[in-house]
């Protein structure tokens, strides 16, 4: 079976959920892969395009994750499987440090021209997110002469040894897994739903919270998620960013936007920090910006960039030629088909839907997110005491009706919803249905 643009658009079971097939897999999965990497749904997918994933038993699922927020424009997307297949036929991989080649350069003057600001950019690829994150670090240390990094309360920036230190939740992603490394310090996000702050109010906190613990003078980077992916979607007060980048900017520290989730009009604008006319220093990306194949980026100002020796950045496969070739097909994909409006319209119909669900249920204390990023954290009615149980049996309820949907958040109570932009209206409308059916079958 082929998947991309051309899958049949209708959820359709045919099987429990898993099916057999799928079932005999999972046993499979069980006896050769390790049980560290877990499922969240457990069916195994043979194709998928549009807003649908199509299981081996042959049920065909909606799809709100977009395999965490990477399918931005769609599985096998038509540019992205054409300019992937060409390039996958003339040469797979020369090793870009050794022999160049035009795809890696062309990838790095799109982000120069997409990513916020217009002073003078570069870029280093890389293949996943974790790996663009220590980058920008290594760069900062490498630009200030700098050792310390500060992140925030809810942080996921990956599973490294530097990255899980800069990510905040303990189980599953670091628990046994230490040392961390060192030189990293934690402070308060703004989290208005729990902080009720203003966005002024919140960096004072955050700000107080770096001079007296750690030092400006110290201090290399600032990595913030724009909107918090793993952590919950969490979208700080207005003013919270801006406040931040200026205190950066006056005290010499590099301002490092982590778009990895946020970036490539998942929001409704290219990038999230688009929305608060924020220029950070340096902008992480991965995820979207290949439509499904492993490609990460820094990019960042030219002369923090240009700090680094030759042969101080690399890596075997960082901007391989094939990942390179979809990132511009998913970047023609977004470009040619306005996907930025797109999520934007696939914003306002998940914010009616969810905002319909919280309504009727006081379970769910908030609805937030911008364009396509959606999403609502799950208490006990009337409290801020997250929910995990009711979250976990809505989100098995989802599954075993079709949808695929993602939680996430420190304490596990908050469904995110990261459709394709590919999905249509009526699939939308109808996983939200389900959704909605899910909250009355558990109430
Ligand atoms: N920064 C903001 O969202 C990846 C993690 C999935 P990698 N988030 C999904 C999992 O359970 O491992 C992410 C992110 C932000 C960095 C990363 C890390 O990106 O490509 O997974 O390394």
């Not at 994750?65 to 054409?82: D, F, L, P, Q, R």
């Not at 739903?193 to 980077?221: F, N, P, W």
């Not at 970047?331 to 040619?336: A, D």
Request: proline share 5%.
């Amino acid at each position: 079976m082929s998947g991309g643009p051309t899958i049949p658009q209708k959820r359709n079971l045919v099987t429990a959920i898993p099916g057999p097939l799928s079932q005999e897999r999972l046993d499979r999965k069980k006896a050769f892969v390790a049980d560290g990497v877990g499922t969240t749904l457990p069916v195994f997918i043979e194709a998928a395009g549009g807003g649908i994933l199509v299981d081996v038993d042959g049920n065909s699922l909606i799809d709100l994750g977009s395999g965490i927020a990477v399918t931005t424009v769609g599985n096998s997307a038509e540019k992205v499987v054409a300019r992937a297949s060409e390039q996958l036929a003339a040469f797979t991989h020369t090793c870009f440090t050794v022999t160049p080649y035009d795809g890696y350069v062309d990838v790095a003057a799109k982000l120069a021209e997409l990513t916020p600001g217009d002073h003078a950019k570069k870029s280093a690829l890389f293949n996943s997110g974790a790996e663009a994150v220590e980058n920008a670090i290594k760069i900062a240390r490498h630009a200030t002469g700098r050792n310390a990094v500060v992140v925030f309360d809810h942080a996921y920036h990956g599973r490294t040894n530097l990255t899980m230190a800069m990510t905040a939740k303990n189980m599953p992603y670091k628990d046994g897994f230490g040392p961390f490394a060192g030189d990293v310090y934690r402070v308060p996000m703004s989290y208005p739903l729990r902080d009720g702050l203003s966005g002024a109010d919140a960096a004072a906190r955050a700000i107080d919270m770096i001079h007296a613990q750690v030092g400006e003078t110290r201090v290399a980077a600032i990595v913030i998620e724009p909107i918090q992916g793993e952590g919950g979607f969490v979208v700080p007060a207005p003013g919270f960013l801006p406040a931040l980048a200026a205190y950066a900017r006056e005290n010499g520290i590099v301002f490092i936007a982590d778009e990895i989730q946020s970036g490539f009009v998942r929001t409704g604008d290219w990038f999230a920090v688009d929305h608060e006319g924020v220029v950070p220093d340096m902008v992480t990306t991965a995820k979207g910006i290949a439509g499904g194949l492993p490609l990460s980026a820094v990019t960042g100002r030219a002369e923090l960039m240009d700090s680094v020796h030759a042969g101080g950045l690399g890596g075997t496969y960082g901007g391989n030629p094939v990942a390179c070739a979809a990132a511009l097909g998913a970047i023609e994909e977004m470009e040619t088909h306005d996907l930025a409006a797109r999520a934007r319209a696939i914003g306002d119909l998940m914010q009616r839907r969810l905002e319909a669900i919280k309504a009727e249920h006081p379970t769910v204390a908030e609805v937030r997110g911008r364009g396509a990023m959606k999403a609502i954290e799950i208490t006990k009615a009337g409290t801020l005491e997250p929910d995990p149980l009711r979250t976990n049996a809505v989100a098995a309820y989802c599954h075993q009706n079709g949808i695929m949907v993602l939680t996430a958040g420190t304490w596990g109570n908050v469904f995110r919803f990261l459709p394709p932009l590919s999905i249509s209206d009526e699939l939308l409308e109808e996983a939200f249905d389900v959704v909605a059916e899910a909250f009355a079958a558990t109430a």
